[in-house]
């Protein structure tokens, strides 16, 4: 077979092959963003609007009082495993495992390993103990300080760091949250 001779200043034919076209079908179809490629994987995404993160609050009494929202209780078993931690490996960094970040430089505190979710429950109680240095001002959501003494009424201990906060009315009146704005707490 011979081709035919081509002068040199004319360009080379073109394909004149069809654009693939995809057909319109729901579900494991092809798809525009499928068309050309072979042995790809089809990922699905979605365009649903995502679920709106609750707005983070501080839990406020009828005087403006801080309080501590309610915490669910950690199993023994982490409570256990927290502590043998700290006995064994030592404290550990309550910004990391709380908030997800630790931002002091040099931290002599223990990171590693991550906390499961229950031990950051654990540890979560355990810091409530210590009193926060706004006492009842405090209006930072990410505090995992203790606001109000947690055996009030019934306390035993005789230099209790929450001495002060003692006595306070404890029922939330309402929600304070960072942009100012306040919003009753049904009753």
């Keep these: 077979m011979t081709l035919p001779q081509r002068s040199k200043t004319q360009p080379p034919p073109v394909s004149t092959s069809p654009t693939p076209t995809p057909s ?20 699905n995404i979605s365009i649903a609007p995502k679920k709106a993160t609750p707005r983070k609050y ?10 501590d929202e309610r915490l669910a209780r950690p199993d023994k078993p982490a409570m256990d495993s927290l502590h043998d931690r700290i006995t ?12 997800g970040v630790c931002r002091t430089q040099h931290c002599p505190f ?3 390993p991550k906390l499961t979710a229950m031990e ?4 979560r109680h355990k810091a409530r103990n210590k009193l926060c240095s706004s006492y009842d001002e405090c209006r930072d959501t990410e505090c995992y300080w203790g606001h109000v003494c947690p055996y009030d009424p019934s306390c035993t201990y005789g230099v209790c760091f929450f001495g002060e906060m003692h006595g306070i009315d404890k029922r939330a009146a309402k929600k304070w949250f960072p942009d100012g704005t306040t919003e009753p707490v049904a009753a």
């Design 24 to 43: 319109v079908t729901s579900g494991t179809g092809t798809s525009w963003a499928t068309v050309g490629k072979s042995g790809t994987v089809e990922k």
């Design 58 to 67: 501080v839990l406020l009494n009828a005087d403006d009082q801080r309080l």
């Design 88 to 99: 064994n490996r030592g404290k550990v960094c309550n910004d990391f495992h709380l908030l």
């Design 110 to 112: 223990s990171h590693e």
């Design 120 to 123: 950051q429950l654990a540890l």
